[in-house]
């Protein structure tokens, strides 16, 4: 009886802080989030099974890391070795024809690791997931766009790219703290000058990166992107630079600063709810810097992890809405009715088609 006393004083203690520190949204919610929204920025994963040529570091399928990323995709190890790493092309598909507010997703390639020299480093990269592999099997599905992703240091680089806006790309992303890319670097000027003549977005992320266990966090200083911007390249800069500092200051307002200068330079709120990053989703969503050049994408399969659930919201949202969003099955609703919930704006949610052409 005493243990029912101690839980009902608990509860009512938590009842009456919440009462007293509820803040509201970030922003005014938007009540009936808008349908036909494009993912922007969607991964995929393969360990090579069915010839895709993606793979993972030994390290990491050895890990216990292994079976809960393929548990985050929705598959195991065992079904992609009988159906192929297309499979799990199939399961986002699925779940974007199920979705009410999502008619598509970009998912995107990510390419290894190469030196100054154009060599691929055959042991570098925990995750690798070819442009062949991700460019063919999105034709197979209506929901799905393809993202490339081509190292600047290939020998084969423009050639690459060629192929792949013949191929349907329509961004091209990178992942410099891994795939070792300085954006500054003066030989990357002819590979700027393609992109801007195939007229490709570069999709980069910005901020540190903290999902993999090899980083060089330097290489994600929202500066270094000064170099892209002043040769013409549309940049996307993935997540805001909502992590990690440069020179003792934050990279989302480091990156916020460059907004004036340079209006070439958009961004993406993908992971801006998860656990980590959601200190800085009231600047995104309120500074007049980022107006009109904020778009919506998910960093999916992140939507299907504790980190970004609704309940770390208690000061923001209803308990009703809490609720209601906690029931949503389907990541990428739940997603979106949760950011319409904290106040993204509709206009955020529709620029991700308007500014791929979609």
Known sequence: MLAVWVGCGVLGALLVTRWLCFRGPFRRPVEAPPEGIIDMHCHTAGIGAGGSGARISDELRHSWKFGLYLR??????????QAG?????EIIARSIRESRHVDGAVVLAMDAPHDAGGRADPSGGEVVVPNRFVGEAVKAHPELFFGASVHPDRTDALEELEWSKGNGAVLVKWLPNIQGIDPSRERYRSYYAKLVELDLPLLTHVGDEDSFSTTD???GDPRLLRLPLECGVRVIAAHVASSGESEGQDNVERLLEMMPEHP??????????????????PTVLNDPRLEGRLMYGTDHPLTNTPLVSPWQYLLNLRLQELWRLARTRNPWDRDVRLKAALGVRPEVFRMSRDYLGL
């Open 72 to 81: 985050v995709f929705g598959t195991s190890g065992a079904e992609l070795e």
């Open 85 to 89: 790493d297309g499979r799990v092309m």
């Open 217 to 219: 966090n330097a290489l």
């Open 264 to 281: 070439r330079l958009v961004a993406d709120l993908s992971t801006l709810t998860q656990w980590n990053r959601r200190k800085h989703l």
